[in-house]
């Protein structure tokens, strides 16, 4: 944020990304991973296209940018690991590498070190997800000015006497910010299905699903049911206050269902919840252009297009670094 000059214009994703791989990488692994990060996502995102999402052919992985990506994205992985021998991790809080390297150390045939790659190399991918949700969530407060104004409002009263300790956050006071979040989660998810691969024969509504097959689990179809969510193409955030609280009716789903839902989903909206607070705290933002509709990029995951830049129109109060 301090390199953002007032004045500048940045397109969503190449703003918020880095902003946030700023704060996960040091608190999810340890590391700084600055400078390889924009490479290691690209990577990311062309695996998950041409592997699980299959809309490009599988060279497509292997062009000369991409080999080089993908040897940025293997030395983080490697200094995630060089970075957490157990000398190395006295007397420090475990992260999610110790959790990993610990439990592949306990258990190395449920988690071989063939393995480790993934689960360490998706720790990058919370940079992604969470940056591109609270692009969104930006998005969404820039066509509501009036919700801008109370999100920027419960922030300077959170900055009133400095920085905000951990028990300043709590839900009464970052009410608006978190539901505008909700909001955001409803109407513009990241991740708006899951894939899975049936395991055992089984029969779903009268449908027989037959061992092997594929779906495609539409989670957040649901989001726009109007029986769910009256008005579903309108952004409100009352939804999510009583007497209403619709989202406790079994249709909202932005972090998955079942067994497998999203273990990080705490961490993500309260760390969200506090960089919108921090972006509208120390800046005002503006749209470059204005859209009739917002452009998204659809795969791998949902993200606002980098056709949406924002502009830093003022540096509302200093930065303390
Ligand atoms: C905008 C933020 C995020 C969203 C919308 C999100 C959403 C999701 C969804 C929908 C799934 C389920 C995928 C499936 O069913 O196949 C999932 C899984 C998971 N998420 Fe997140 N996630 C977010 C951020 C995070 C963060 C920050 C972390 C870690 C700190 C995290 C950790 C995980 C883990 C470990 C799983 C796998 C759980 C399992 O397989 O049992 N997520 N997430």
């Known amino acids: 944020m301090a390199s953002w000059d007032v004045g500048s214009t940045m397109p969503v994703q190449a703003m918020l990304r880095p902003l946030l791989n700023a704060q996960s990488s040091p608190l999810l692994a340890s590391i700084d991973t600055q400078a390889e990060i924009a490479d290691a996502l690209e990577y990311k995102v ?3 296209n041409v592997g699980i999402v299959k809309t490009m052919p599988r060279f497509m992985l292997n062009t000369l940018p991409m080999r080089r990506r993908a040897k940025a994205t293997q030395r983080i992985i490697d200094r995630m690991q060089n970075t957490h ?6 007397g420090k809080p475990k992260d999610v590498v110790d959790a990993y390297l610990a439990l592949h150390a306990s258990d190395p045939q449920f988690l071989p070190e063939s393995d480790l790659s993934l689960p ?12 591109d949700q609270v692009g969104f969530a930006l998005y969404w407060l820039l066509q509501n000015p009036e919700l801008y104004e109370r999100v920027t409002a419960e922030a300077d009263a959170l900055w009133a006497e400095g920085d905000p300790g951990e028990d300043d956050l709590s839900p009464d006071r970052i009410d608006v ?7 955001t989660l409803r109407m513009s998810p990241i991740t708006v299905m899951s894939m899975r691969t049936v395991m055992n024969t089984c029969v779903v509504e009268g449908y027989e699903l037959p061992v092997g097959t594929q779906l495609l689990i ?18 409100d955030i009352d939804r999510y ?26 961490w993500a909206h309260m760390h969200m919840a506090i960089n919108l607070l921090m972006l509208t705290h120390h800046f005002r933002i503006e749209l470059a252009r204005p859209f009739k ?6 795969l791998p995951s949902q993200s606002p297009s ?7 129109a003022e540096q509302r109060h200093e930065l303390r670094v």
């Open 120 to 131: 360490l190399g998706a720790i990058l991918m919370t940079a992604m997800y969470m940056g």
């Open 177 to 183: 910010t978190r539901r505008v979040l909700m909001e």
């Open 241 to 266: 206050a009583p007497p209403r609280n619709e989202h406790r009716g079994g249709g909202y789903a932005p972090f998955g269902l079942g067994t497998h839902s999203c273990l990080g989903r705490r």
């Open 218 to 235: 539409a989670q957040a179809a649901t989001h726009y049911l109007e029986e769910a969510f009256p008005d579903p193409w309108t952004f």
């Open 46 to 48: 062309r695996v998950l």
């Open 85 to 90: 021998t157990a000398t190395q991790r006295v």
């Open 306 to 312: 980098n056709r949406i830049k924002l502009r830093i």
């Open 293 to 298: 509709r917002m452009p998204m990029d659809p």
